[in-house]
């Protein structure tokens, strides 16, 4: 599988845009959808992944856990 250089994780109405100039987005809901889209895509070797604010907020355990110093 080619690697994904970047992706994008929150809000529909927030990511649709990141998807439209080809970067995989993964719209979430709830904290649970947010820590699985962030596993998803570091599984798939994407090397930076913006994330929403709002998303951010409601998963701050799966963000630290993928964060690097």
Not at 27 to 47: I, K, M, S, W
Not at 57 to 66: G, I, T
Request: aromatic content about 6%; some cysteine.
């Amino acid at each position: 599988m080619a690697e994904i250089a970047m992706g994008a994780v929150g809000e529909r109405d927030a990511v649709l845009c990141f998807k439209a100039v080809g970067m995989q987005a993964i719209a979430t809901a709830t904290p649970e959808e947010t820590a699985r889209a962030l596993f998803t895509l570091t599984r798939q070797g994407v090397r930076v992944i913006f994330i929403t604010e709002h998303a951010a907020r409601q998963a701050p355990e799966a963000l630290e856990r993928y964060q690097n110093d």
